[in-house]
């Protein structure tokens, strides 16, 4: 995906970006690459397929949600920064926290935020199911790309994302996952709003957005510790 495609393809999103919104998917690519030297971030670094891969793939969120009528996001999982850094630089106005494990990808993730300025946006070092203990019921929109199982990603996103606000999953072909989550979103007093299943451009390789809604204040007992979570999933 060359540039001009890229420009193309948002604008089938509504999305339309500015010079200096390009001029820093350009610097935050220059430090993915640099950066991926010295750690291992992404295994995709041809420029072509970053654009279309992660920073369009990062944008289909706006097949779902419409970000400009949202006031708070929590990536999940955020790892080099997709979604949540890329919607931060299309979305300027949204503040949006960056959740990950691993200390190295934060201090990626520091590192792009100061080069390129951006403002109203944390990270936090930290497990998720930790993090959602003290968080509660915090974010409109809480979103994870490709982190976990979705019966895992439920009991994992759904107790910080507000009562009427939506957890959403970016996957790829994941049928069988939703069939597999059923008990999950009962438990956790929510139901699938939306599915929305397509096809990247040019590469037609297989997506699946999941948009699910909280319907009521998540059990206290969610989420679980990570090892009951991982040998007893929902």
């Given at each position: 995906?060359?540039?001009?495609?890229?420009?193309?393809?948002?604008?089938?999103?509504?999305?339309?970006?500015?010079?200096?919104?390009?001029?820093?998917?350009?610097?935050?690519?220059?430090?993915?690459?640099?950066?991926?030297?010295?750690?291992?971030?992404?295994?995709?670094?041809?420029?072509?397929?970053?654009?279309?891969?992660?920073?369009?793939?990062?944008?289909?969120?706006?097949?779902?949600?419409?970000?400009?009528?949202?006031?708070?996001?929590?990536?999940?999982?955020?790892?080099?920064?997709?979604?949540?850094?890329?919607?931060?630089?299309l979305?300027?106005?949204?503040?949006?926290?960056?959740?990950?494990?691993?200390?190295?990808?934060?201090?990626?993730?520091?590192?792009?935020?100061?080069?390129?300025?951006?403002?109203?946006?944390?990270?936090i070092?930290?497990?998720?199911?930790?993090?959602?203990?003290?968080?509660?019921?915090?974010?409109?929109i809480?979103?994870?790309?490709?982190?976990?199982?979705?019966?895992?990603?439920?009991?994992?996103?759904?107790?910080?994302?507000?009562?009427?606000?939506?957890?959403?999953?970016?996957?790829?072909?994941?049928?069988?996952?939703?069939?597999?989550?059923?008990?999950?979103?009962?438990?956790?007093?929510?139901?699938?709003?939306?599915?929305?299943?397509?096809?990247?451009?040019?590469?037609?390789?297989?997506?699946?957005?999941?948009?699910?809604?909280?319907d009521?204040?998540?059990?206290?007992?969610?989420?679980?510790?990570y090892?009951?979570?991982?040998?007893?999933?929902?």
């Open positions: 995906m060359n540039i001009a495609e890229f420009i193309k393809e948002l604008e089938k999103l509504n999305i339309k970006i500015t010079n200096k919104q390009l001029e820093q998917l350009e610097e935050y690519y220059n430090l993915l690459i640099e950066w991926n030297k010295v750690m291992n971030l992404t295994g995709i670094t041809e420029k072509k397929d970053v654009y279309l891969k992660h920073f369009y793939d990062s944008l289909t969120i706006a097949k779902v949600i419409d970000l400009n009528t949202v006031n708070n996001l929590c990536d999940v999982g955020s790892g080099a920064g997709f979604p949540g850094i890329v919607i931060k630089i979305f300027p106005n949204l503040q949006i926290t960056l959740v990950d494990s691993l200390n190295k990808r934060i201090n990626f993730l520091n590192e792009v935020i100061a080069k390129l300025k951006l403002e109203k946006i944390e990270t070092h930290n497990r998720i199911e930790e993090f959602g203990i003290k968080n509660r019921e915090k974010y409109d809480v979103v994870a790309r490709a982190v976990a199982q979705l019966n895992i990603l439920l009991e994992y996103c759904l107790p910080i994302t507000k009562i009427n606000g939506y957890f959403i999953a970016m996957k790829g072909n994941c049928l069988e996952e939703i069939t597999n989550s059923k008990k999950a979103l009962i438990k956790l007093s929510s139901h699938i709003e939306e599915t929305n299943i397509f096809n990247l451009p040019i590469e037609n390789s297989n997506r699946t957005i999941i948009k699910i809604k909280k009521a204040i998540t059990n206290k007992k969610f989420p679980r510790k090892s009951e979570i991982k040998k007893y999933p929902l």
